[in-house]
């Protein structure tokens, strides 16, 4: 297959004026007659027209009315085109029945909706699938279905039609197409210049019930939008359609967003708080893409994180200020640590910008989104933010309208900030998570901290510069705790600072990239008791927070590998957080929660040991066990203290609260056998607490009864039991995961060709490290029948799902030779996908 290169970028042969489409929907034989003015591109010097299609049937083509015959080439066709404007029309046919692939227009429970980005119009119709051609588009869909849905306004509905025109030119990616029987639970919000909009959540009959959250959402980010950034929404119509078969959350189609149903519907019974508060975000997400993806859109699919990255910034922002900041901070962190930073130490380590690729959806990543939204922290911290929001509003000036790049968003924060950033554009182009090494002296008085600063070498990129690193930095006191003046804002640029301090009677104690204000790895070689100090001293929430965990990280690493457990004086200072009132019970739950059994053998392996994962869940109990018994006086009435009375609400401060309660369960039950979790999953009139109590007692082995009842309660209720699928793979004792993952993917109602539901299980499994790495191999053989198998109906969700072999260089060379054993099977399958092919080939290294 063919690689396509950022340097390689042209501008495109012709512009396109205007796009009509009209659909004449049938589930075999769907017919697309598009007529599409196009002109020549004075920007270009390509001759030749030429339009990409995939998997189109041509029935007819005209150019300037007079029929063409033209040439069909490997990603669409070419034709002889006069030099000047002329109108293309062209009929063709396409099976949305037939599309297990889920890009394109497509079936999915009798209902036809469309997955455009990144290059999905091309299966629809002809055209320049390309995301520096915008139009404005004019739809009409002629169906004998009761809700017929595409971007823009509606113009006109009769019997059996509608037409619909978007005035804001876009690519083809952001099109949209929704049909089907659905309902609709709507409202209204009023812009900032009194304009109304007309706000729906589009959904099967009987999922009416939940569809507030999903719309509340919307509204409050439409507001959070204008407030914050000055953005006002620019239609009269925002649509919002939860759709069964999604390859990922959502899409921000312009006025049509299409969710994956459990992206958006929701409900206290069948959903979590973490869900509440994930709907709020992607939801937020979504619409923030209206003015950073829609009206400034990428040139090219390289600039994938001008939108991406900025977006997520956008609706972390958001979150910060509708829930916690320290808290929505820290569960950032996590995220960015377990997944990106894996990424980035193996063999898919990329540039947040990549320079190239076989396959665009492969890089819709961690890397792209959350390191891309890091870089927007980091900017906004060098700035300021009163500089931060001058930039955004000269972006949006200067660049509403257009198809733009990174070079552009770097250049209006020069102009804001006057300064040379070239070295920061490092951070966009040079591959591996940077890693701070620190060394302190202290003589007469006199304390010395030394920085040195290293990128790591990743595939196809060595030998890299210093990048420009902002770190927040301050000093205490370790007689009196207190911090020294103010925190100060270090900006690495050089290999090697030292910052000296005098005049001190004792060493200070340091803390180092506060706020996690650098996406950095800091080797930091600080003795137990300074954390031990930071722990109780602390006052960047952070900072606490990571005193705690690494911390606990050493305490696993240690179980894990053969040492002594956590000592006396740690599990005294993290009972003494625990039982502080005066902390935020969503707080102390992050404090409570355990590191990943994954974070733990990649520690491990940074050590310079293959971890081994039995041992590594083994640690992960016996720490479970060590704290029961240790927190022990305090468990029974601070999870008593933390029950929430009164009707359920999904809002931060009682989530908290049950975030916090329902850690302690997992403890308490390890004392009494589960009693307060089988009471707690026989009364609870919401999800959160049902799961946590299931999962609790899956924990302890005692989760049998519990999973019965579950799926008896909730068999009719596709959501909730992807749910059950997942938590009794994921929290099934190492020796039976595979196993019960098997006997799941055997049962009538696994409809492997739903994502949700696949990546239920396959999920599951690989979130059990110690049951997907099952000496035998049987975990890595399951994964790869599986992905052999949906490979050749969805490209993409099997090439997302792949990922999970790419830590296997960590393990022991016995596991290497499993699981390069099934890469090659996988490799040498006919037939094989581009996406997967590619995934397979980086991995394999
Ligand atoms: N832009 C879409 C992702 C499209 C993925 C295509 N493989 C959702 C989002 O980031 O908002
Ligand atoms: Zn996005």
Redesign the pocket.
């Known amino acids: 297959p063919q690689r396509i290169h950022l340097a390689d970028y042209r501008p495109p042969s012709h512009l396109v004026e205007d796009v009509h489409l009209t659909f004449q929907l049938d589930p075999k034989a769907t017919r697309v007659t598009s007529r599409i003015r196009f002109k020549p591109n004075p920007d270009s010097e390509e001759t030749g027209f030429r339009l990409h299609g995939e998997g189109l049937t041509l029935i007819s083509a005209k150019i300037d009315g007079t029929r063409v015959d033209p040439e069909m080439v490997e990603d669409g066709l070419v034709v002889a085109a006069p030099n000047d404007a002329f109108t293309w029309e062209a009929v063709v046919e396409i099976n949305p029945e037939d599309n297990k692939a889920l890009?394109g227009l497509y079936l999915s429970n009798g209902m036809y909706c469309t997955?455009c980005?990144?290059q999905?119009f091309r299966r629809i119709t002809y055209y320049p699938d390309r995301p520096d051609v915008m139009a404005p588009f004019t739809v009409r869909i002629e169906s004998d279905l009761p809700v017929l849905l595409s971007n823009g306004n509606l113009k006109e509905r009769g019997e059996g039609f509608t037409e619909w025109h978007d005035p804001w030119p876009k690519p083809a990616?952001l099109f949209a197409l929704v049909a089907g029987e659905l309902v609709d639970v709507h409202d209204t919000f009023i812009t900032k210049s009194g304009r109304e909009v007309q706000l729906a959540v589009w959904v099967r009959k009987g999922d009416e019930h939940k569809c507030g959250w999903a719309l509340n959402s919307l509204k409050k980010s439409m507001k959070w939008d204008e407030d914050i950034y000055g953005r006002e929404y620019d239609l009269d119509i925002f649509n919002i359609v939860a759709v069964d078969d999604f390859?990922?959350?959502?899409?921000?189609n312009k006025g049509l967003n299409i969710f994956n149903a459990s992206a958006v519907l929701c409900s206290p019974e069948t959903s979590t708080d973490a869900d509440f508060e994930r709907i709020e975000a992607?939801v937020a997400?979504?619409y923030f893409?209206n003015w950073t993806?829609n009206r400034i859109t990428c040139r090219d699919w390289f600039q994938l994180c001008l939108?991406?990255g900025l977006?997520?910034f956008r609706d972390q922002q958001f979150t910060a200020d509708m829930r916690s900041a320290p808290v929505k901070r820290i569960e950032d962190a996590i995220l960015l640590r377990a997944r990106q930073f894996r990424e980035d130490a193996g063999p898919l380590a990329h540039p947040v910008r990549p320079e190239s690729f076989v396959e665009?959806?492969n890089f819709?990543t961690v890397t792209v989104?959350e390191k891309g939204a890091e870089l927007i922290g980091m900017l906004k911290r060098i700035v300021g933010d009163e500089t931060y929001y001058k930039a955004l509003d000269l972006y949006f000036e200067r660049h509403d309208g257009d198809a733009a790049t990174i070079e552009d968003w770097i250049k209006v924060f020069e102009d804001a900030a006057d300064r040379d950033l070239s070295q920061f554009m490092l951070w966009y182009s040079q591959a591996g998570t940077p890693k701070i090494t620190v060394t302190e002296t202290f003589e007469e008085g006199t304390h010395t901290l030394v920085l040195e600063q290293s990128v790591p070498d990743t595939p196809g990129q060595a030998d890299k510069k210093p990048m420009h690193i902002p770190l927040l930095f301050a000093l205490f006191d370790p007689d009196t705790g207190q911090q020294f003046g103010e925190d100060v804002l270090l900006e690495l640029t050089e290999p090697r600072i030292e910052i000296r301090t005098r005049g001190h009677d004792r060493k200070p104690v340091v803390s180092l990239n506060r706020d996690f204000s650098a996406p950095v790895i800091i080797d930091d070689t600080s003795r137990t008791d300074d954390r031990l100090f930071l722990l109780a001293n602390e006052t960047d929430s952070f900072n606490r927070w990571e005193a705690a965990r690494s911390l606990t990280r050493d305490a696993l690493t240690a179980l894990a590998t053969g040492g002594l457990g956590p000592g006396e004086e740690y599990l005294d200072a993290l009972n003494g957080l625990l039982v502080d009132d005066s902390l935020d019970p969503a707080y102390r739950a992050l404090i409570l929660r355990q590191p990943s059994e994954e974070e733990i053998a990649q520690a491990i392996f940074d050590y310079g040991r293959h971890p081994e994962p039995l041992s590594v869940n083994r640690a992960a109990d016996t720490l479970r066990a060590r704290m029961a018994a240790h927190f022990e006086p305090d468990l029974p009435r601070l999870f008593r203290g933390m029950q929430v009375h009164g009707a359920y609400s999904p809002e931060a401060a009682d989530a908290g609260r049950r975030a916090f309660a329902n850690g302690l369960l997992t403890l308490l039950s390890r004392l009494d056998g589960g009693t307060a979790a089988r009471a707690q999953f026989d009364q609870a009139d919401n999800m959160t607490n049902r799961l946590a109590a299931l999962g609790s007692l899956l924990q302890i082995d005692e989760g049998a009864e519990a999973l019965a009842r579950f799926e008896s309660d909730w068999k009719h209720d596709r959501l909730v039991m992807n749910k059950w699928y997942a938590i009794q793979i994921s929290l099934a004792p190492p020796e039976a995961a595979v196993g019960t993952a098997r006997a799941l993917t055997e049962r009538e109602d696994f409809d492997w060709t739903n994502p949700n539901r696949f990546r239920a299980v396959m999920g599951g499994l690989v979130s059990n490290p110690a049951g997907f790495h099952d000496a035998t191999g049987a975990g890595y053989e399951f994964l790869a029948d599986w992905l052999i198998r949906l490979d050749e109906k969805n490209p993409?969700t099997a090439a997302r799902t792949s990922t999970a072999f790419e830590t296997w260089k960590r393990y022991d060379p016995k596991r290497q030779d499993l699981i390069k054993a099934q890469l090659d099977r996988i490799l040498g399958t006919e037939g094989l996908s581009r996406d997967l092919t590619e995934m397979m080939t980086r991995i394999r290294g």
Not at 247 to 252: D, Q, R, V
Request: net charge negative.
């Open positions: 890009e997955q980005e990144a999905g990616y390859n990922m959350g959502a899409m921000e992607i997400h979504e893409h993806g939108k991406e977006t997520v665009i959806n819709y989104y993409q």
